[in-house]
């Protein structure tokens, strides 16, 4: 019998070839975003439920490409942890938002907290408890100004360096979030072992709110969970006026979302804030 060939030998379909020849293109450009000025950082409030007040904002990656038009931290994050590229944007990600807080403590804004989402691959560098100390020596900044950004995801492979980098990064004094929380596989053991200030509660939970009822029970009990482990609540995704009362009702102590505000340049989420807090 013959072999057809072409059906047994083809390794990448003609998609899995696209995506392929883009992810090239894209490490490939994202090799000179950095030195181009083509990266910068949108922030988002976070909005305290009780008071109204933001007490931290999160700095989000952006990228504008001449060419290739602005392409989503979702598509290039990935990218560039495959490449190790994001050791060297991570930090540039760090001392940009931490340039812009210092700004906004000085012009009004002492008490604002910035978060900054942080990869899988820089939260394993055995260095990097040391280089944020650095960093916010050198910036003169108070370590519980930062609030790193980590996914369950971090504590995979090796939970117990896990739980060292975690007490580490604690014991300098800075603060830790799990984002999308929900949506990972870390365990209620490992989770009390973990020097978590916030959970933020991922918004495929926070979507449907309003009409799913299983969603409204795995957030209350998330909720209610994190109050038992002494951490802080953060809805992320909120988008409409029904989801915010219900997490309010729930006791949750932040939201996040476009009801609120988009993710906005500096200049912008600075009017934002002259809104929500005393000036
Ligand atoms: P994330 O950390 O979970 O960020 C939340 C995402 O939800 C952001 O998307 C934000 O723009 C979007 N969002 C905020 N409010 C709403 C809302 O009300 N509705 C909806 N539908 N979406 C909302 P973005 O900015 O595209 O970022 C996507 C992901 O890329 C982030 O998810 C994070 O995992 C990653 N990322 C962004 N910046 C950085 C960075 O500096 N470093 C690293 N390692 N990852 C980053
Ligand atoms: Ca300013
Ligand atoms: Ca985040
Ligand atoms: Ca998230």
Redesign the pocket.
Known sequence: AKLDGRNTFRFFTPEMQAQSVRALQVENALRRALERGQLY??Y?PQIHLATGQVHSV?????WDHPQMGNI???EF?PI??DSGQ?LQ??EW?LRT?LTQLKDWHANGFPGLTMA????AI?FRQPQLPELVSRILTIFELPPDCLEL?L?EGVAVDDPHSAVETMDSLHSRGVRMSM??FGTGYSSLSQLKRFQIFKL?I??SF??DLGEDGNDRAIVSAIIRMAQALGMRTTA????TPEQLAFLREQGCDEA????FS??LPADELELFLRQYLPS
């Open positions: 950082l949108h988002q999160e700095a989000l990656l952006r989503s931290p979702t994050i560039a942890e994001i944007i991570g990600v938002a900054v989402n942080l990869s820089q950004e996914t984002d999308d933020k991922d918004q926070v979507r992320e995704g909120v988008e996040q979302g476009y009801l988009r993710p």
